[in-house]
């Protein structure tokens, strides 16, 4: 079965890479994650509350926190281009305009063949319209499109009003990929002591659904590239995502749970399903179930909801009294 696949204008030997993690912080682990088979190394992101605190300091973490300082970050980006035959995909998380458009800039400049843009927003002012917060994604894209050179992949949440016109006016200004999904991240509260509890759970399979669904909605209407991120936790998750439209699959909670020895897994796993199914290119695998397949999106969605609701029983010996 042919594994290659093309992401954000790069030819791939196939689709399977780890995504933003702390597992690039260490040199000899991203060697180690490019000789079980990586066809890209994806850097976790660079924060600009690490280089410019806002007033309110005392709620982000100490610079000392981070694991990597800024010129760090790009040290380690050049190092590890310098040690590595496979692509380097950057991160950035930026608040403000001129923050995005310099340390994208300066991310350029330290040599990554791609960066990744993660948006994350929490909506808490009441007088703030969704267009607003969409709005200002678009302007910031359309922005660092005209000021760097190298392609970019937006990532975003679920939880935009309307996910398929916001990827769609962010294909139509040059947005080069989109990742699908940044994870949402909650804190748990103390009711004791009245503090919040910061808590990151690895994800698990469950959490790929949300995935598939926009993968599939997506595919075949973008011209950008789709990469699936978050829920992959085996060979079987991973065709689940190609088979909806991803061109690459982005897997970080199963490398740290079971080392970066999993990758290689998880692409024999898919590579031998293919072949076992009568695939022999995952060109053919990839979109066979992207609802543009579909006559009427609309009603299919419809019928899945309803069709959901109604597949719950009751477990056995539960009967209604």
């Known amino acids: 079965m042919d594994l290659s696949t093309r992401y954000l204008g790069l030819d791939l030997a196939h689709p399977f890479m780890p995504g933003a993690s702390p597992l690039v912080d260490d040199l000899d682990m991203v060697l180690r994650l490019e000789d079980a088979g990586a066809s890209a190394i994806v850097m976790h992101s660079l924060f600009e509350e690490q280089i410019v605190h806002p007033d309110l300091a005392s709620y982000f973490p100490q610079r000392k926190d981070y694991p990597l300082a800024p010129d760090r970050y790009f040290e380690q980006v050049l190092r590890i281009k310098r040690r590595v035959s496979i692509p380097v995909i950057a991160s950035l998380n930026g608040t403000s305009a001129d ?30 319209e969704a267009a607003a917060v969409e709005a200002r994604i678009v302007d910031l894209v359309a922005v660092l499109k005209e000021s760097v050179a190298i392609p970019l992949a937006v990532k975003l949440s679920p939880f935009y009003t309307a ?90 909670s199963a490398l740290l749970q079971r080392g970066p020895g ?60």
């Open 99 to 128: 923050g995005w458009l310099l340390y994208a800039r300066a991310i350029e400049r330290a040599g990554a063949d791609a960066l990744e843009l993660n948006f994350y927003h929490v909506a808490t002012d009441p007088l703030e």
């Open 163 to 252: 996910v398929p016109n916001l990827v769609a006016r962010l294909d139509r200004i040059g947005a080069d990929g989109f990742v699908l999904f940044n994870r949402f991240c909650q804190s748990d509260i103390d009711p004791e002591t009245r503090e919040i509890v910061p808590q990151l759970p690895l994800s698990d399979s469950s959490e790929l659904l949300v995935r598939l669904r926009w993968l599939a909605i997506l595919s075949g209407r973008v011209r950008g590239s789709l990469a699936a991120s978050g829920g992959v936790h085996g060979p079987i998750d991973a065709i689940k995502a190609i088979m909806t439209g991803a061109d690459v699959v982005q897997i970080v």
């Open 262 to 321: 999993y990758l290689k897994v998880i692409r024999q796993g898919v590579e031998q399903w293919g072949d076992e199914h009568g695939y022999d290119s995952i060109a053919r695998l990839r979109g066979s179930m992207s609802l543009s397949r579909c006559a009427d999106p609309a009603a299919f969605e419809r019928g899945q909801y309803l069709r959901v609701l109604q597949s719950w029983q009751p477990p056995a010996g539960l009967g209604a009294h």
